[in-house]
């Protein structure tokens, strides 16, 4: 292992507050981690969730979990990536050991850091240091910040052709949307759905679904301006709930004749996540929660809806066992099998964070460049 450095990071010190560009000293990776150099992050909804307090994460804190970079040292005993090696963060790991990593039917790792709310290594530590303050991890990724640590479990080697830029959105957001049709809702040729929410996340739902041959994509958002994306990448129908003065999912049961096939909540929001469900048909519809549900808020539901045959289910990081799924799908795009250029709006160089975070909040997503 090499020495300790000093590297600026964009620490987030309090909820609700700007990041602000600092020297943390970035310790060298332990036994089983490694650390990276990051090259490209996007900003997913899911750090903006942190810094407003809907995702409750503890403070001080490195944000960033979808990126991309290249390995700058290794700890012992790490043998899967090297140095030089171009790598995608996974804030999902693979131990590929625990019982849920042995299992076909989920990606959750019993080593994720998501739902702890510990902001640490799997080993209870951290590797960021600060004003002589310890600073969380967020996902054990943690990649607004020039080099990052992560466990081995929790590293993605990729094709060294592959553009950092594009394909970090496969750390996170595109992968999320497109697996949680193909391998959470698992939808079918000449199937119904309804996306909620088109951001980058839905609209890689609206690409997964086309992918699967969905006959009809009934695109739904409160920003008009979302539309004609969502229609570039395969969405047949584009309905915004405020044109309406019912509820949204009486208009796509009966737009359907009945309800649809799969519905998939892409926003974060209880009231959003209930309309989807809702607007599934009876007997055999299929609901899909994407959207981080927002902290202390719980959802009431007429069970009949469940009783009649509706399910509901949920889906973080698509379904995909990232390890084994993220070279594959880097493969895929330099294949030319999905684009990534339309989920990006702007590029920023990294010390732009905070006007980045303002684009978000304008609909915009952006990559920040190192
Ligand atoms: N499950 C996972 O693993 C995972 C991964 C990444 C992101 N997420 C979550 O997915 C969600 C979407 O992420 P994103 O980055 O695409 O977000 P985003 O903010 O870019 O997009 C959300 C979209 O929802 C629309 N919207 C807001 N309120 C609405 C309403 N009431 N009705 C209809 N549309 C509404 C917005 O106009 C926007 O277009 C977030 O909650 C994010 O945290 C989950
Ligand atoms: C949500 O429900 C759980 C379980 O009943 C309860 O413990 C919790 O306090 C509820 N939260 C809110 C915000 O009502
Ligand atoms: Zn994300
Ligand atoms: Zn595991």
Redesign the pocket.
């Known amino acids: 292992a090499t020495m300790g450095t000093e590297r600026s990071l964009s620490v987030l010190w309090e909820v609700n507050k700007p990041f602000s560009i600092e020297e943390v000293e970035v310790a060298p990776p332990k036994e089983h981690e490694v650390r990276i150099k990051i090259m490209a992050t996007g900003i ?3 750090d903006d ?1 942190v810094i407003t307090g809907a995702l409750v994460e503890p403070f001080p804190i490195i944000l960033g979990h979808e990126a991309a970079g290249v390995v700058e040292s290794v700890g012992q005993g790490v043998t899967s990536v090297k140095p030089g090696d171009k790598v995608v963060p996974l804030f999902v790991p693979q131990c590929g050991e625990c019982k849920n990593c042995l299992s076909s039917k989920g990606n959750l790792c019993i080593n994720t850091d998501l739902g702890t709310r510990r902001g640490l290594m799997p080993d209870g530590t951290t590797r960021f240091t600060c004003k002589g303050k310890a600073v969380h991890h967020f996902l054990g990724t943690s990649t607004f910040t020039e080099y990052t640590v992560v466990h081995e479990s929790a590293v993605a080697k990729i094709d060294s052709a592959a553009p950092l830029e594009k394909v970090c959105l496969i750390g ?2 595109f992968s ?1 949307g497109y697996g949680a049709a193909l391998q959470t809702a698992k939808v079918e040729p000449g199937s119904t759905c309804a996306v ?7 609209l890689s739902v609206i690409m997964g679904c086309k992918v699967a041959g969905a006959a009809r994509i009934i695109a ?4 008009s301006n ?1 539309f004609a994306k969502a229609k570039e990448l395969g969405a047949t129908d584009c309905i915004n ?1 405020k044109d309406f003065d019912k509820p949204i999912h009486e208009v796509l049961t009966e737009m359907t004749g009945g309800g649809v096939d799969y519905s998939f909540e ?4 209880t009231d ?1 996540m209930t309309a989807a469900f809702a607007c599934c048909h009876y007997n055999y519809g299929v609901s899909v929660i ?3 549900p927002p902290a202390a808020q719980n959802i009431t539901f007429d069970p009949m809806l469940l009783f009649t045959g509706r399910s509901w289910k949920g ?3 698509g379904g995909w066992k990232g390890k084994d799924a993220v070279p594959k799908l880097v493969d895929d795009y330099m294949k030319k099998k999905f684009v990534l250029d339309p989920l990006i709006t702007h590029t920023l160089p990294w010390t732009k964070i905070n006007e980045g975070f303002d684009l978000l909040r304008t ?1 915009k ?1 952006f990559v920040l460049r190192f």
């Open positions: 997913c909804r899911s969730h996170c957001g999320t909620f929410g088109l951001g980058g996340v839905g739904v958002d409160i920003n979302k709930p892409v926003i974060g929001r959003t994407v959207g981080v889906s973080v990081f609909g997503r």
